[in-house]
């Protein structure tokens, strides 16, 4: 039966294809995809998964067996025998190959989809009984992946039963080749970072805001996504038909032919536009009126380098470095050499272009392996991250500064400090700078010159704007985070998403006074949150004396677009009646 989830859209575009669902399960399970070659490794791993738990239960049979009945009830028992029965069944190890084989899972992710497979079946089942051997299956499957995983098994909960033993049913897996879309309760950046190179046409999470950190990822996937569907994830199943309407924020499970033949007709458009933008790709970004504008690329890896030459982006202004550091514990922390290295692909692969590298981005909302900290507060984003946490971490940040200084000597490097408010942090971060010259220097390692900058993302930082220019070359405006620390809205929660808005009277003054303060200046500025790639944003920055956007590289040819059509010189008075006004959004169509 066809039905809707809808949510929020935070990635254009139309997908159309079969649901993967990201199991949740007690025990942390890793997604990830596998190479031909270790399939046959992947389905040996869950083989001894299961071996180990079926030894484990030998030896609790034989234990209970020289127990009294007071002490071991029949109960008991038969709990156990179920449980081998389970882990004896052809059909669950059999699933579990097929994904291995048929999709490349790795071993965790196939147990834990074959799992929701045969959980279905149970849910649909009429007895009472029959019903409740799910949770037998869910048990068995968890004590599975932590012998796999080599974590300690739990202790198994002890439920009195009674009534008839279940009977096996048939189920056939498809196999077909289609596309794929991803449907979870929630991922996080490194989770997304798995899933980055191209093999899902779109993603559904129950959770996030439109500029949540998953959200972003998306766009920087340029694949279709709803976030903040609530429910999407308990009532789409495994291998579900789903097609994700980017545009709207809407899934629609089960889709009739009609909804499908009009849908893959929405698609085809989206790919002529696509197109058509193609043909702008060496026209420079100059507006009617004859003023420049720089399109930067927003890059997570040094891989994206090329893309971002390749989608005409003139250099890089925003080079998450934290992608580095996401999926490591505080003690695996990539060292000088690996972020050097790193840093130096993606300044060598913009080919001279300049490339601004921002100094790490975790911390309290982000934390590196997923997980937050039992320490966590109420509020993460106003806690230990950022630059806070470098700075807390002196010898670690200097690690990173030497690195960065170092890849400065393959091209034009720029430096960007997140998260600055106080003068006191720009001493001391001025000070470690400073400290890792010294040591190249006094150590012989050649080093080039960066220049540096601030991220405006702090109230407070755009506020204080002339102490902030005494000390920067340049500055670069967060908007994602400017906006949630303005309007006090969590940027990734579903329940107040609607609260964000970047069109916000408050939200435009600081943005605005930040440009003018700069250009009076003659310090560069530029937007680097998802303000600048929004086409329905472009006009009003320019009209605001931006001339410097950056995006991910997939929205630069939309953005250009818009600059070609514009005349700044005619934005200009429009663009500070909007700032002036109690409802800008109102005069953003005129």
């Known amino acids: ?234 009532l789409v199943r495994q291998d579900d038909w789903v097609i994700i309407d980017g545009d709207a924020g809407v899934v629609i499970v089960d889709p009739s032919p009609i909804i499908l033949a009009e849908y893959g007709y929405k698609q085809r458009q989206v790919e002529l536009e696509r197109s058509r933008l193609g043909r702008l790709l060496n026209t420079p970004a100059i507006t009617l009126d004859g003023e420049k504008v720089e399109l930067l690329a927003n890059i997570e890896m040094p891989e994206d380098a090329p893309v971002a030459v390749r989608a005409g982006a003139v250099g890089v202004g925003l080079f998450r470095s934290e992608f580095l550091f996401m999926g490591r514990q505080q003690n695996q922390l990539p060292d000088e050499e690996e972020q050097y290295q790193a840093y130096r692909r993606a300044v060598e692969g913009m080919n001279g272009l300049p490339v601004t590298i921002r100094t790490v981005d975790v911390g309290a909302d982000k934390p590196m392996d997923g997980n937050l900290p039992e320490t966590a507060y109420l509020n993460p984003a106003l806690g230990l991250r950022a630059i806070r946490w470098s700075l807390a971490d002196p010898d670690m940040f200097v690690t990173q500064l030497r690195a960065i200084l170092r890849a400065a000597i393959h091209g034009r490097v720029k430096m960007l400090i997140p998260m600055l408010a106080h003068l006191g942090e720009i001493r001391q971060t001025l000070a470690l700078i400073e400290q890792a010259r010294t040591e190249l220097m006094r150590e012989d390692v050649p080093f080039g010159v960066v220049e540096l900058g601030a991220m405006i993302e702090i109230p407070a930082a755009a506020l204080t704007l002339k102490t902030f220019l005494k000390h920067f070359d340049f500055l670069s405006i967060g908007t994602n985070d400017l906006i949630q620390y303005t309007l006090a809205i969590d940027r990734a929660d579903e329940s107040v998403a609607h609260l964000y808005d970047p069109l916000h009277p408050a939200v435009l003054r600081l943005v605005a006074d930040t440009i003018a303060e700069c250009r009076t200046q003659g310090k560069e500025v530029s937007v680097c949150g998802e303000m600048a790639g929004d086409v329905a944003m472009t006009r009003l920055l320019l009209g605001l004396g931006l001339r410097s956007f950056s995006m991910h590289p997939a929205q630069i040819l939309a953005v250009k677009q818009e600059v070609l059509r514009a005349d700044t010189a005619k934005l200009t008075p429009w663009a500070q009646a909007v700032l002036a006004h109690d409802e800008p959004a109102s005069l953003l169509a005129g």
């Open 1 to 234: 039966m066809t039905f809707s989830i809808h949510g929020l859209a935070v990635a254009r575009g139309i997908a159309i294809g079969r649901a993967v669902l990201v199991a949740s399960s007690r025990v942390d399970v890793a997604h990830y995809f596998i190479e031909p070659s270790q399939v046959e490794s992947e389905i040996d791993r869950v083989r001894c998964g299961r071996n180990a738990v079926v030894d484990e239960i030998h030896r609790l049979q034989q234990t209970i067996s020289q127990l009294g009945p007071k002490d071991a009830p029949h109960e008991l028992r038969a709990l156990l025998d179920v449980h081998l029965m389970m882990l004896q069944d052809e059909e669950l190890i059999g699933g579990v190959k097929h994904w291995i084989q048929a999709r490349l899972y790795n071993a965790e992710w196939a147990l834990t989809t074959q799992l929701e497979m045969v959980a279905r079946q149970f849910d649909e089942m009429e007895d009472e009984y029959l019903r409740e051997r799910k949770a037998d299956l869910e048990q068995i499957t968890e004590k599975v992946l932590r012998a796999m995983q080599g974590a300690p098994s739990p202790v198994i909960p002890l439920p009195v039963r009674s009534g008839r033993k279940a009977s096996q049913q048939d189920w056939q897996l498809d196999d077909t080749d289609v596309p794929l879309v991803l449907i979870a309760h929630e991922l996080s950046p490194s989770d997304m970072l798995q899933f980055k190179q191209g093999v899902f046409a779109g993603f559904v999470t129950d959770v996030g805001g439109k500029t949540s950190h998953t959200a972003i990822v998306a766009r920087s996937m340029d694949i279709p996504a709803v976030v903040g569907a609530r429910t999407a994830s308990q």
